[in-house]
């Protein structure tokens, strides 16, 4: 569909296999608890859905969430995605996101050539000296509480802005006007319509798994 790039969400299996899956259940069982055979066939493991997304960009989203049955307070899964993407000699290629600071935290600790990014339903007010203080390279903040001045003072201080979850044209159209960096989408196709009306060429487009 001509995206830039692919969002995809990580998750670990009871035999210790990382599986591209938004939910922490599947058919009524935690993923968390089931071995990666026992899982269905349209769940990917993970290695298996970066070699599908060969030529294009991607932003795995650890799922380390406190309130759901695989959190990991040890962030070891940051360790075992880490491990997938060294495996393929392309750092460029990758940028590891999670709403957890202490998992992008670890992934930057252990390789800090693979960008990272946190995510935020809403921006603090302390964003920057977070940021910068961490060494993290972007911020994706909930499109329904982002504002323009959020990217301004970000762009100052050299962090890209990348946006989830944005479905609507005007929306995306404003958002291109403020100089937004990425835009996180269920229809690429319409964002990339709106880029060939709207956009310079440095805007990336990434489509979710």
Known sequence: MGSDAVELDVRRTADGILVVHHDPFVDGRSIIDAN?????????DLRAALDACA???VNIEIKNDPREPDFDPE???ADDTVA???ERETDDRWLISSFRLETIDRSRALASGIRTAWLVDEVPDDVIATMVGRGHTAL???VATLL???????HRAGIEVNTWTCDDAV???????WGIDGICTNVPDLALD??????????????EG
């Open 140 to 142: 994706h903040p909930w």
């Open 84 to 86: 997938a993407l060294r």
């Open 194 to 207: 709106v880029l060939g009306r709207a956009a310079p060429p440095a805007v990336q487009t990434a489509g």
């Open 75 to 77: 962030d070891a899964i």
């Open 36 to 44: 990666a055979c026992e899982l269905p066939s349209h769940i990917p």
């Open 148 to 154: 323009r001045s959020h990217i301004d003072v970000c």
């Open 171 to 177: 929306r995306m159209a404003e958002l291109v006007d």
């Open 55 to 57: 030529g294009m960009w």
